[in-house]
T-cell receptor, first 116, second 114 residues
């Protein structure tokens, strides 16, 4: 069965520093997609970045980049130059191609706190 | 921008009541989903729908049902609410086909069953 593991329940980072949020996954399907979402205290889930299993380069979106290491089955999110507004829950998710029409399987999340 | 709207932000219901959670999306998406979110458990899929009048069970369908009579609307129904259904409920939609298309979420409904 497919599984997403986020081992860091909570993390602190100093404003303007970079931070890495860990995510490992498990799947036997050679074709899959990995997503990161941000959930501020307001509750909305905001899509940040996507990495496909066949993508040759690591995905980047502004201050977000994905450190994709396929052999290690890891897809860590890197946030550069942290801002106070980055304080939120962050979820790693994987697309399940096993017949659920695009369902995402989510990790349990990491709570990031940015300190001024 | 895709907009997914959940009808209520907060709901308080009594045990045994029938509860309807409504979700509407405005981007003609084929797929729609209902998740519940609990601290320490992440998001878990309750039901999803890939087309009008079609529905499939997710990982935790017990105690829930759904309805999709129109493409833009996906309703979650708690037939007889129980206290263990107190949770945050998130609706999402996506365009079918492209593997990289993300789920677009509503703001969530925080349901308390007393």
């Amino acid at each position: 069965a497919q599984k997403i593991t986020q081992t860091q329940p909570g993390m602190f980072v100093q404003e303007k520093e970079a931070v890495t949020l860990d995510c490992t996954y498990d799947t036997s399907d050679p074709s899959y997609g990995l997503f990161w979402y941000k959930q501020p205290s307001s509750g909305e889930m905001i899509f940040l970045i996507y990495q496909g299993s066949y993508d040759q380069q690591n995905a980047t979106e502004g201050r977000y980049s994905l450190n994709f290491q396929k052999a290690r089955k890891s897809a860590n999110l890197v946030i550069s130059a942290s801002q106070l507004g980055d304080s939120a829950m962050y979820f790693c998710a994987m697309r399940d191609y096993g017949g659920s029409q695009g369902n995402l399987i989510f990790g349990k999340g990491t709570k990031l706190s940015v300190k001024p | 921008d895709v907009k997914v709207t959940q009808s209520s932000r907060y709901l308080v219901k009594r045990t045994g009541e029938k509860v309807f959670l409504e979700c509407v999306q405005d981007m003609d998406h084929e797929n729609m989903f209902w998740y519940r979110q609990d601290p320490g458990l992440g998001l878990r899929l309750i039901y999803f729908s890939y087309d009008v009048k079609m529905k499939e069970k997710g990982d935790i369908p017990e105690g829930y049902s759904v309805s999709r009579e129109k493409k833009e609307r996906f309703s979650l129904i708690l037939e007889s609410a129980s206290t263990n259904q107190t949770s945050m409920y998130l609706c999402a939609s996506r365009r079918q086909g492209a593997g990289n298309s993300p789920l677009h979420f509503g703001n969530g409904t925080r349901l308390t069953v007393t």
